[in-house]
């Protein structure tokens, strides 16, 4: 059975209903709890650092432990591609709050850092399956827009992690571990609407495992009989003989070093300098920690927001180019402020947290956008685990570097890998906005 086709039409050009919906708040529920998890762990670790010794190796590796384990990405969507999407995303995250109440049980450093690991191949479910899920469930028009404002919700839960870690007091050496507990709170939310709603499989992967007939009585109870999988031709075969390999080949080889390398150069200054807020604003001296963290929380969702209104207006070269290119400068400038005021510390670190956070919006439509259809699940994979050892690498280090030279040399380091970012996209990004691709 080569070819199947019938007069159903298109479920991808199907109006959104109650399914679309359903699917979109699982997901949205899941980027929330993951920021949350990722977030929580600076606040938890410089609450850490009053009561108890950790060095600057231990509060590196614990900050960087989730980063690390989302790294499977790769590893993740392949097992996706065989057992399918629902499965997957039903129960990782109550494996997620699970793991994180197990912070409530230990205060041995290695032990957290292997629970991290943990809660990270929980997150890599939620960043690869629920963004794949998503994508081929939503109408076409939809997928695109949608896939692009999840980093809103990502970036709202990364937020509200440092509002709670911060204001959570009281209970001395046990309270770094109660604040690394609460990242249960999200997934459990996120796992309890999954098992009240639950997540229906994939169309297109019931149909890509010849299960076309499946797949077409599913959209049909959940859409309507007249919606379908109109023409399937089953192009998977090509897809599962495609080695790793090809990513490194002539043809693939600049798209692959593009979009990984972008994402992790990215990755590195954001989340090093994000998840450990507390202690680079100590170490700029500014006394007022919850004020200045919100400010600069404040900036990060203003950048996610003005990167999702511009993200179509400009060339994606443009926007990669200047945007890590400002970045960069702002904060090597930041640098140089040791005697500035702080409230113009402030406003420099406000305007870096904005202009960095837009540049967010791209991680999940690029990377996308530079692999065809026959190795893009197997392109975006790769881009992702690359970006999280980029994104675990700037978490590790920027609290030794701080250790060693001062806020001062991790901004100036986080500076040079921002505008190496720009040098990189300058010379080697490939033009991908359809209204920008010179004809």
């Known amino acids: 059975m080569n070819n199947i086709k019938t007069d159903k039409q298109n479920y991808k050009k199907a109006p959104l209903s109650k399914v679309h919906l359903r699917v979109l708040i699982a997901i949205i529920l899941g980027q929330i709890a993951c920021g949350f998890s990722l977030g929580i762990s600076g606040t938890a670790l410089t609450n850490a650092s009053k009561y108890i010794p950790i060095n600057a190796l231990w509060t590196g590796l614990i900050g960087a432990g989730a980063l690390l384990g989302l790294s499977s990405s790769m590893l993740i969507g392949r097992l996706s591609d065989k057992i399918g999407r629902s499965r997957m995303l039903m129960i990782n995250m109550y494996l997620l709050a699970v793991l994180t109440l197990l912070h409530l049980l230990t205060a041995n450093f290695f032990l957290t850092f292997l629970i991290r690991i943990g ?3 929980m997150m890599a479910v939620d960043y690869t399956v ?3 899920l998503l994508t081929e469930w939503l109408p076409k028009g939809e997928d695109s827009k949608q896939q692009s404002h999840l980093l809103i919700f990502w970036s709202i839960g990364f937020i509200a992690a440092y509002l709670t870690g911060s204001s959570l007091t009281g209970f001395g050496a046990f309270t770094w571990r109660i604040i690394l507990a609460t990242g249960s709170i999200p997934a459990l939310i996120a796992a309890v609407f999954r098992s009240c709603f639950p997540l229906p499989p994939s169309p297109s992967w019931l149909a890509s495992k010849g299960k076309v007939k499946q797949a077409n009585f599913l959209i049909g109870f959940l859409l309507g009989r007249k919606w379908g999988i109109p023409h399937f031709k089953h192009q998977h075969k090509v897809s599962q003989n495609i080695s790793w390999t090809i ?4 043809k693939y080889l600049r798209r ?6 972008f994402y992790a150069l990215q990755a590195f200054s954001f989340f090093g300098i994000s998840i450990f807020l507390p202690i680079l604003l100590q170490g700029m001296g500014v006394t007022n920690e919850a004020v200045s963290g919100i400010i600069y929380n404040l900036g990060m969702i203003i950048g996610v927001f003005l990167g999702t209104l511009i993200f ?3 060339s994606r070269r443009a926007f990669l180019i200047s945007n890590f290119s400002i970045s960069g400068l702002l904060i090597g400038f930041l640098a140089f402020m040791t005697k500035a005021p702080n409230a113009a510390k402030l406003v420099i670190f406000s305007l870096f947290a904005i202009i960095l956070s837009a540049g967010l919006v791209l991680d999940y439509p690029y990377p996308t956008e530079l692999f065809d259809v026959s190795i893009r699940g ?3 994979g790769t881009c992702i685990t690359i970006s999280r050892i980029g994104a675990a690498a700037g978490t590790f280090l920027l609290p030794i570097l701080t250790n060693i030279g001062g806020v001062k040399l991790a901004m100036l380091v986080c500076a040079v890998v921002l505008l190496a970012d720009s040098l990189l996209c300058l ?6 906005s359809p209204q920008f691709i010179k004809k």
């Open 256 to 261: 692959t070093l593009v979009g990984g390398c």
């Open 378 to 380: 197997t392109g975006v």
């Open 427 to 432: 010379f080697w990004a490939p033009e991908t």
């Open 312 to 314: 179509d207006k400009i």
């Open 247 to 250: 990513l490194f080949s002539k």
């Open 119 to 121: 809660i990270g191949l």
């Open 130 to 132: 629920g963004n794949s």
